[in-house]
């Protein structure tokens, strides 16, 4: 059988997922100063679609290599018993011993390496799914797991991503990418509360929990993390646009103010903030289910 070995890490794709989410980051902030919001909306909307693109394009061949390597892992299988048997019967042969066991070890590094990728792919693709502004059904769930894949640039560092998704969740109707962006912005909080604590002394890797659930006319989102928490003096005041305790370069206080706008103004659901100090914050969206109210 073949060794498992750790994943291959794709720094440079990775590294191109967050130039690419540093983009939309900054496409956004100029969309709510530029008095000419129809050309940033245009740049927006071309960035989702190049992104989509990209996606597309390398998710075939991604799959007959992924298919080639699995055939050969396959093969190998029986041509090294077939070589161990013959050495066998003329006395041995550490090298070959070695060979044959390096050869399975690296096939499995690169299976390992192209799921990764092809996971990547996959999620950049749903991610970037350009909805033009239309509310349609989608799966939420699908949707968090593609954002946490994108978000994995700000996270891998310093946390943990568990996931407790509910598998009966009802497709929601919303506008799929303005939610996701809702979702990665809270995603990167959560990391940025966590890698703060640990520049202030805390050890040990931190967690980030991604749970959904629902009731008879709503679903629910809970984002935890267990960073040190938000004060109780400025928790009012964190959704108001440019607010912000990040230094400068770091934050421009739109992340939280587009959550509410997407979540509140944009599709009628509320938003609960839950936090203690030292012990971190859960964020709980929640979506009305079946037709949303108009958008404003």
């Not at 990728?117 to 059904?137: C, K, M, V």
């Not at 640039?153 to 946390?159: F, H, I, M």
């Not at 659901?269 to 030292?278: L, N, Y």
Request: overall charge negative; glycine content about 8%; proline content about 6%.
């Amino acid at each position: 059988m073949p060794v498992v070995a750790p994943p291959v890490l794709f720094d440079e794709e990775i590294e191109a997922l967050e130039l690419w989410q540093r983009a939309l980051a900054a496409a956004d902030s100029r969309l709510r100063c530029s008095p000419d919001t129809s050309i940033e909306i245009k740049k927006l909307e071309a960035i989702g679609k190049l992104a989509a693109g990209v996606a597309h394009e390398i998710s075939t061949p991604i799959q007959y290599v992924a298919d080639n390597v699995a055939y050969v892992a396959r093969a190998f299988v029986a041509i090294r018993e077939a070589l161990r048997s013959v050495e066998g019967s003329r006395g041995g042969g550490a090298e070959l011993d070695a060979f044959l066991d390096e050869v399975p070890r690296a096939l499995s590094e690169s299976l390992d390496g192209l799921e990764r990728l092809a996971s990547i792919s996959a999620a950049l693709r749903d991610f970037s799914h350009p909805s033009r502004g239309l509310r349609e059904p989608f799966d939420l769930n699908q949707g968090l797991l593609a954002t946490i894949t994108v978000a994995r640039s700000e996270w891998r560092y310093v946390a943990d991503v568990a996931t407790e998704l509910d598998p009966t969740l009802p497709p929601v109707v919303g506008i799929r990418d303005e939610l996701s962006q809702a979702f990665l912005n809270l995603i990167v909080n959560a990391a940025h509360a966590i890698g703060d604590a640990q520049a202030r002394g805390r050890t040990g890797r931190g967690l980030i929990t991604v749970a959904s659930g629902h009731t008879s006319d709503e679903v629910m989102v809970h984002i935890t993390d267990t960073g040190d928490g938000i004060p109780d003096e400025i928790r009012h005041r964190i959704f108001e646009p440019f607010f912000t305790t990040k230094p400068v370069g770091r934050g421009t206080g739109q992340g939280l103010a587009l959550v509410h706008a997407v979540v509140v103004d944009r599709h009628g659901g509320t938003i609960q903030v839950a936090s203690r100090r030292e012990h971190g914050t859960t964020f709980t969206i929640k979506l009305p289910l079946g037709s949303p109210r108009p958008t404003p």
